[in-house]
């Protein structure tokens, strides 16, 4: 079988903006500072 390679660049750019989008699901109502707290502490 053969795999795939994903550099780490783009899995940390893919990973956080699957955060981003969950974070904006599950918490629509918070805005600023503490949605990038919630963001950043992924």
Known sequence: MGGWKLSKEKFERCKKEAVE?????FFPDIEGKKKMGLVQVF
């Not at 989008?21 to 699901?25: F, S």
């Open 21 to 25: 989008k969950t974070v904006e699901k």
